[in-house]
């Protein structure tokens, strides 16, 4: 799959051998000069593409693929038994409204960085999700100095809820 926004051009390879799907490569490339994926990048695709085969033959004949798959959640973090999920989603979808914000200003880091008054190392974890360094308070606080605005609103839980919940909404996450 391709895909072209801005100055950079994504490009992932992709196999689905049934019910598993491989992701063998992805990079993103700034450069202008042509979009052909180069020779080296190829064969590293085309070596991976092996092995995922062999992989996948080896484990469709093992007792593991008779593991049920079930349907997850809503919340991701819960799924896989993080602590404290629900901090973890609201921190992501913050992080996602910081993303789509610069993306929409057409920053670039650097400029974001400036305009948000950290370096730039910290806007890239933000921007690839690595948000362990991060409370939810500082990434709000991040949000204004970007020039969005942040309600935060309290109410009660429904009744068929054990506790209530921690939700970021806003016309980003729609």
Known sequence: MD???GDTFRTVYTVRFAEIVYVLHAFQKKSKRGIATPQTEMELVGSRLRRAAEDYKRWSESEKAKIRVSAGGDNVFADIGLPEPEEELAKAQLA????????????TQVAAASRMGIDQPKVSAILNGRLANFSSHRLMRLLTTLGQDIEIRVKPKPRNQQHGQI????EMLA
Do not use: A, H, P, Y
């Open 3 to 5: 895909d072209f926004d």
């Open 96 to 107: 996602s409204c910081i993303r789509q914000t610069i993306r929409r200003q057409r920053l």
């Open 167 to 170: 939700r970021v909404t806003g």
